[in-house]
T-cell receptor, first 110, second 115 residues
Framework: AQRVTQPEKLLSVFKGAPVELKCNYSYSGSPELFWYVQYSRQRLQLLLRHISRESIKGFTADLNKGETSFHLKKPFAQEEDSAMYYCALSDPGGYNKLIFGAGTRLAVHP | DVKVTQSSRYLVKRTGEKVFLECVQDMDHENMFWYRQDPGLGLRLIYFSYDVKMKEKGDIPEGYSVSREKKERFSLILESASTNQTSMYLC??????????????FGEGSRLTVL
């Protein structure tokens, strides 16, 4: 069965420190992976997707098929990065359904 | 800007009550979804709809039903609310399309407390 695992419930770092939010997935085909973010009092929104290979707000994520991982990284965390981050996998059944991980709360301290 | 609007931000209901959660999107999206968001569990799909009057069960449909009579509106119904349905409910919509997977646009959420 397809699954997304985010092993950390909370990641706490200081401003300027590097950040890596871990995401592992189980999927037998060619996965489509995403990171969604929810800032305090805001709606959940797309941060980035692996096929775009973009850097959004300084974040990048590389799909590693060998390790079945899609970790989210940023070299220098900012306080405004504090949010809830969800890794998601496209459901092979289509219809744009997503399978979400449990989420990781990132807290960036001054 | 895509707008997904959930009519009720906060609801408090009693066990056994019937509960309606309404969601409206204004971008002519074909697909609409209801997710449940719980700490430590992430988002779990309850139901989705890919067209008017069409609905499919998600991963946790038990105790829920849905209605999509118009393209822009997708309702989640709890026939007889129970305390274990206390949660945050998120509605989302997306364009139809098989690949690449389209972006999901979310509402602000409806926090339901069942006493």
């Amino acid at each position: 069965a397809q699954r997304v695992t985010q092993p950390e419930k909370l990641l706490s770092v200081f401003k300027g420190a590097p950040v890596e939010l871990k995401c592992n997935y189980s999927y037998s085909g060619s996965p489509e992976l995403f990171w969604y973010v929810q800032y305090s009092r805001q709606r959940l929104q797309l941060l980035l997707r692996h096929i775009s290979r973009e850097s959004i707000k300084g974040f990048t994520a590389d799909l590693n098929k060998g390790e079945t991982s899609f970790h989210l990284k940023k070299p220098f965390a900012q306080e405004e990065d504090s949010a809830m981050y969800y890794c998601a996998l496209s459901d092979p059944g289509g219809y744009n359904k997503l399978i979400f991980g449990a989420g990781t709360r990132l807290a960036v301290h001054p | 800007d895509v707008k997904v609007t959930q009519s009720s931000r906060y609801l408090v209901k009693r066990t056994g009550e019937k509960v309606f959660l309404e969601c409206v999107q204004d971008m002519d999206h074909e697909n609409m979804f209801w997710y449940r968001q719980d700490p430590g569990l992430g988002l779990r799909l309850i139901y989705f709809s890919y067209d008017v009057k069409m609905k499919e069960k998600g991963d946790i449909p038990e105790g829920y039903s849905v209605s999509r009579e118009k393209k822009e509106r997708f309702s989640l119904i709890l026939e007889s609310a129970s305390t274990n349905q206390t949660s945050m409910y998120l509605c989302a919509s997306s364009l139809r399309g098989r690949w690449p997977t389209g972006e999901l646009f979310f509402g602000e959420g409806s926090r339901l407390t069942v006493l």
